[in-house]
């Protein structure tokens, strides 16, 4: 049974509600809820027709620093023949909701609601929406760090309900990864997949690593441990994280807790301010 992902719609709260929500900003994390991603927070692009989006990650020095993240949305008929307007820019699109075609060197690909695709660089990709409604995705940007002796990552195109979760070691299946790039393919300077917890299971330690993440929760709620704090999350609050902030969680339930979650890997630490 395909999984129902949490998408925003947009709009404005009423003029009767309090001024009470959850959004937090640290210096080692931020939580960015549904709540926040309203009409009046969204932005454009350029060469992007009838589309518009939530900027929910940027680098920013001395935070989290590898990636952007977007929810897009794009109305029937929008779309862009430029995709992608930096050469350097690798890409995933995750689609939440809706479909679109995502064409790449003349082939097209059509991308439904669980579908993953992983653009590289100067891939000259577009997207156009010929549905009948809008279609919302994930856009995931990282500048590729290319390493001598490695080819660069072809095109990949996905579905989240063709690809096996992966069961963490020593867990009865509780905790499992959706991974849709080989961890062992090092021409991959990034990881997008979906963690997957069932109700009451758990991240059982302080996870400490030099890793950054952009955690955006598909489905189900939860509480997260982010440093010295805990925070309850639910489908469709992001999760922003700066390297060696410590996190743990545990699936709050009735159903599964579930998200997608960007990490950088593979690749030397740089030796020099960017």
């Known amino acids: 049974m395909r999984s129902k992902y949490y998408a925003p719609q ?28 309203r009409d009046i927070t969204t932005s454009f692009l350029p060469f992007w027709e ?3 989006l939530w900027v929910i990650a940027r680098p920013m020095t001395g935070f989290a620093e590898t990636f952007s993240q977007y929810i897009m949305e794009v109305m029937p008929g929008g779309g862009s023949d430029r995709g992608e307007t930096d050469p350097e820019a690798e890409g995933v ?15 097209s690909h059509t991308l439904t609601e669980g ?12 997207l156009r929406n010929t549905s009948n409604a809008a279609v919302r995705f994930h856009w995931i940007r990282k500048a590729y760090e290319a390493v001598d002796g490695l080819d660069t990552p072809e095109p990949l195109f996905l579905n989240e309900q063709d690809v096996a979760p992966t069961p963490m070691p020593d867990t009865d299946g509780k905790w499992a990864t959706t991974r849709f790039v080989d ?12 963690v997957t917890l ?29 440093n010295a704090d805990w925070v309850e999350v639910e489908a469709g609050d992001f999760m922003w994280l ?6 743990a969680c545990y699936a709050g339930g009735p159903g599964k807790f579930r998200y997608l979650l960007y990490k950088d890997v593979n690749r030397h630490a740089s030796l020099r301010l960017r």
């Open 10 to 37: 947009g709009g404005l709260p009423g003029q009767d509600q309090l001024l009470t929500d959850r959004a937090i900003f640290t210096e080692a994390y931020a939580v960015i809820p549904r709540g926040t991603m």
């Open 50 to 52: 009838d589309t518009r």
């Open 93 to 107: 699109l995750f689609v939440v909701e809706g479909a679109a075609d995502v064409t790449v060197d003349g082939e």
């Open 115 to 126: 579908g993953y695709a992983y653009l590289p660089p100067s891939s000259d990709w577009s």
């Open 183 to 194: 961890p062992n393919d090092l021409r991959h300077d990034m990881h997008v997949t979906i």
């Open 198 to 226: 069932e109700p009451g299971a758990v991240i059982p330690f302080l996870e400490t690593h030099v890793m950054e993440h952009g955690l955006y929760v598909l489905e189900g709620k939860g509480a997260y441990r982010l």
């Open 242 to 247: 700066r390297a060696f902030c410590p996190q």
